[in-house]
């Protein structure tokens, strides 16, 4: 096996889409991938200094959503520039935007699952940033992206994870065993 020193390569990761209002109630986007599930109804997320912070200090409330393929060019745009200096930053993204219905955020209506979420802590702050520790108030699915039972389904929604090996993004495939389940053939 070949060795590499230590990196951000813990697979697969997520590319997330964190939308905030400044205080004027101006919607921004930003994309971050070191994020993931924190305990049953909460989420975390890596930040640094971004507009989305400042947004964040003024107004604790913002929903985060998952890139698809075809959200693919502006969700790297999001990432790309900062809202600090490009005042037209989520126009430039072609989304639709409404108000998310439990925050205070906007809901990107272009992607298929919006998380709408609420500031819970702020662990190591600093100039730099802080890890986000977040509760999630609510879960928005378009309705399209439903199954027969009713609920989300991921299969359908072309998902993109972020691949930080060689910083590309690489569409999710499809379902190929049931969790909890199939592995029981081996017990
Ligand atoms: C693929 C990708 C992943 C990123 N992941 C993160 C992240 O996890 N945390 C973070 O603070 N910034 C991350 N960024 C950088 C921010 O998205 C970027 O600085 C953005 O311009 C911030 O926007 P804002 O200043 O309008 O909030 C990522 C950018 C890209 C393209």
């Given amino acids: 096996m070949k060795s590499f020193k230590s990196n951000a ?6 590319v997330l889409i964190i939308g905030t209002y400044d205080k004027e109630r101006k919607p921004n986007a930003m994309n971050a991938a070191w994020g ?3 305990d049953m109804h909460e989420i975390m997320i890596s ?17 985060v959503t998952f890139a698809t393929k ?18 037209d930053k989520v ?3 072609g989304w639709t935007v409404v108000p998310a ?4 955020a906007p809901v990107f209506k272009d992607f298929p699952l919006t998380l709408e979420c609420r ?5 190591e702050e600093s100039k730099t940033g802080y890890y986000l520790v977040a509760e999630i108030i609510n879960i928005l699915c378009d309705e399209k992206y439903l199954a027969e039972d009713g609920n989300p389904d991921v299969e359908k929604m072309e998902l993109i994870t972020y691949d930080p090996v060689h910083h590309t993004y690489i569409q999710l495939g499809q379902t190929v065993g049931k969790a909890f389940s199939d592995g029981k053939q081996l017990k």
Wanted: charged fraction near 15%; proline fraction near 9%; charge should be positive.
């Fill in 91 to 93: 126009q430039k993204t």
């Fill in 36 to 38: 993931g599930q924190w």
């Fill in 101 to 104: 219905p439990n925050v205070n």
């Fill in 119 to 123: 500031v819970k802590q702020k662990l």
């Fill in 9 to 14: 390569w813990l697979l697969p990761q997520p």
């Fill in 47 to 63: 930040l640094g200094s971004h507009a989305t912070t400042d947004n964040l200090a003024v107004n604790p409330e913002f929903t």
């Fill in 70 to 87: 075809r959200t693919m060019v502006a969700a790297d745009f999001v990432g790309l520039v900062s809202g600090r200096n490009t005042p």
